[in-house]
């Protein structure tokens, strides 16, 4: 089984940065995907940023050139960084993970934290 838990969340002023940590603890043979995913009262989850196979990191349109999405693998943490923020980044952040603890995949999240991005 895998345990995260996220931390860094807070309230900002429009224009300002913050940092989002999230630490797996417990054991994995693999990992497959690693996501910060968002969700406002009233709307849909959202797909924010992704560290998969691929060269580079995938994000959303919204947050495109304005967060970084990173992991430091001796500390298992993954991170997402925000810049410039936004009223509208205003959200509950999840972070995901899709880890092998055996035979099979599994989707582990956090238990969110709040962002608010407000003057």
């Known amino acids: 089984q895998v345990q995260l838990v996220e931390s860094g969340g807070g309230l900002v002023q429009p224009g300002e940065s913050l940092t989002l940590a999230c630490a797996a603890s417990?054991?994995?043979?693999?990992?497959?995907?690693m996501k910060w995913y968002r969700q406002a009262p009233g709307k849909q989850r959202e797909l924010v940023a992704a560290?998969?196979?691929?060269?580079?990191?995938l994000y959303g349109d919204s947050v495109k050139g304005r967060f970084t999405i990173s992991r430091d693998n001796a500390k298992s943490t993954m991170y997402l960084q925000m810049n410039s923020l936004k009223p509208e980044d205003t959200a509950v952040y999840y972070c995901?993970?899709?880890?092998?603890?055996?035979?099979?995949?599994?989707?582990?999240w956090g238990q969110g934290t709040q962002v608010t991005v407000s003057s």
């Open positions: 560290i998969t196979g691929a060269a580079e990191p």
């Open positions: 995901n993970v899709i880890a092998s603890t055996g035979s099979f995949y599994q989707d582990f």
């Open positions: 417990g054991s994995w043979f693999s990992v497959n995907a």
